[in-house]
């Protein structure tokens, strides 16, 4: 779209008069009409101009959208109204507001992050507002479902699963029951919950649907608490009430018309229209009053409302004030806006330079992704590319053999570890212990024993597992000295191998009444080798035990 004049006489800004002469030059050099002033835009948003919510929401936005956080976001009317059609994409804006808007009704654990959930959010949360809206305007948001998704079997899913539940409540709460007769709670049943089919309606729905869920929401929010705090903020918030500019009353009797005129901050003009369409007569006399049936439904009384956009730029401002002033009902009007047209000018040129930054910039990013470059960057760029990939590609190899050298180390290492452990057993179950080296008996020598003579090569006697030492209950003070084998060895003997019971038994006395006192180590030892016993004399006797210390105890 060419923003160029062919001429300085088809600018309206030449036909400007009671204007500072610079703020009309620079008007001159800047498009008289935006895109949403032309088709096929100006079709779709002409109607909106002259609906109430449309007026409401877009004040509320441009006042109080710091409520909502987005107090940082750039927003004007022309922004508004190219992002509502269509004009920009994305829709910035309005994808933040959708964001924000449900996120300031919706708790904690139910807030959205992208615009994508907005649709199902706001269904889920207005409900049946939602399908008055969508029946006003003809809409289904079946139409809007992605079949991919499952949409067909959706609703038959939700239906069953409903029929589901119903059956579950008319059934008994318990059926089974314990071993002692209570009743066993059934545990509750994991329901299937259908795959939630992709719904995106938002974006296709009509101009108008758009704005009354909007308004909607914004009517929600205002009753909120944290909009009540964020009203406290204000110094004086009784300011922030929108009053009319001007107000007029029609004087004919029927019906009664006020008019009242308000003005925006887009520099728009709206006039709105109370229309009484019945008086209530009151009669100034008691006498005249009549009795009523109190239960009678009386005709609603209530004005019906009218609102209208007068002006939608500033050059349709500047023709209304010089109608105005020739008119004597609205000749105080005109006077008032006459006064702030310098302002209005402003104003205009303001909006329409940020509208012509904004172009710039797109135009500039439009060229920036399909400028021409030379064939020698092409290829600079293309090298350096490779040269990346083939750095990336050495980097993960080298990497992968530092993993495989790693796990190569800690799989031989374990195996060296093993062999080892397995050497250390075989050694120790084929090398059988030493009959006088490792294991050392210990000779128990007791005192005031009366002398056995024993012929040990006499009988035959058989190991047993446990060693099991008799003493005689009487010997309480007798003193127990220990030696090793090693200190009396004795030659005649050597060749004698017998067990620790059997020589116990030949040597100590046979009383009514013993105790066994078992070692555990005795135990060990004479499960694994046999024991080499001597005794050096008659009036004391060897006994061959293991090389932990035995213990006697008193009996």
């Keep these: 779209m060419s923003n160029k004049v062919g001429s300085s006489s088809d600018h309206p800004a030449e036909s400007l008069k009671h204007i500072n002469a610079e703020i009309v030059a620079q008007l001159s050099k800047l498009p008289s009409k935006l895109p949403t002033e032309g088709e096929p835009y100006l079709s779709q948003i002409k109607p909106l101009r002259s609906s109430f919510e449309y007026a409401f929401v877009y004040n509320w936005l441009s006042v109080f959208r710091g409520a909502i956080k987005m107090s940082a976001d750039p927003f004007h009317v022309y922004i508004w109204e190219e992002e509502l059609a269509g004009v920009t994409f994305p829709s910035t804006f309005i994808n933040r507001l959708k964001v924000n808007l449900i996120n300031s009704l919706l708790k904690a654990g139910m807030k959205i992050r992208a615009p994508e959930e907005f649709d199902q959010s706001l269904m889920s949360f207005l409900g049946d507002q939602l399908d008055e809206i969508l029946n006003k305007y003809d809409v289904h948001v079946s139409d809007y479902i992605d079949e991919e998704q499952g949409a067909e079997d959706y609703e038959e899913e939700i239906e069953e699963n409903n029929d589901e539940d119903e059956e579950e409540e008319e059934e008994e709460e318990y059926d089974e029951y314990d071993e002692y007769g209570y009743p066993v709670e059934k545990l509750p049943k994991v329901k299937e919950t259908p795959s939630k089919p992709l719904i995106r309606f938002f974006d296709l729905l009509p ?3 758009k704005v009354e869920i909007f308004y909607i929401l914004i009517d929600k929010v205002c009753v909120t608490n944290s909009f009540a705090k964020y009203l406290e903020k204000f110094e004086k918030p009784i300011e922030l009430r929108l009053d009319p500019i001007f107000t007029h009353v029609s004087q004919s009797k029927f019906p009664v018309i006020e008019s009242s005129y308000y003005l925006l901050d887009d520099n728009r003009l709206y006039l709105q229209k109370l229309i009484y369409s019945k008086t209530v007569h009151i009669p100034t006399s008691g006498k005249k009053l009549e009795v009523f049936d109190p239960l009678e439904v009386l005709d609603d009384i209530d004005p019906s409302l009218e609102w209208e956009c007068l002006t939608n730029n500033f050059y349709e401002m500047y023709d209304l004030i010089i109608e105005y002033r020739k008119k004597p009902q609205l000749k105080k009007l005109g006077q008032l806006l006459f006064g702030m047209l310098d302002e209005f000018a402003g104003q205009e040129l303001k909006w329409k330079k940020n509208y012509q930054h904004r172009l710039k910039e797109k135009q500039m990013q439009s060229l920036l992704m399909n400028r021409k470059r030379s064939s020698r960057l092409q290829e600079k760029e293309e090298r350096k590319r490779l040269e990346e990939v083939e750095k990336q590609a050495e980097y993960e190899r080298r990497l992968k053999e530092a993993a495989a050298m790693r796990a190569a180390k800690r799989i031989k290492l374990k195996e060296q570890k093993e062999q080892e452990r397995q050497e250390r057993l075989n050694k120790r179950i084929e090398t059988p212990a030493p009959m006088n080296e490792e294991v050392k008996p210990e000779v128990i020598e007791i005192d005031e024993e009366p002398s056995i003579s024993t012929s040990l090569n006499d009988a035959a ?43 116990m038994s030949a040597v100590a006395p046979q009383p009514t009444d013993i105790m066994p006192i078992k070692s555990d180590a005795t135990e060990s030892s004479s499960q694994t080798a046999p024991v080499s016993a001597s005794i050096p004399s008659v009036e004391a006797s060897n006994v061959i035990a293991e090389d932990e210390d035995v213990e006697m105890k008193d009996v």
């Excluded at 047993?464 to 004795?490: C, G, I, Y």
């Design 207 to 209: 101009l108008g649907a």
């Design 461 to 503: 006697i058989k190991e047993e597992p446990a060693v099991e030492v008799l003493a005689p209950q009487d010997v309480s003070t007798q003193s127990v000295e220990t030696k090793t084998a090693a200190d009396a060895p004795n030659p005649q003997l050597d060749d004698v191998s017998v067990s620790t019971p059997a020589i």
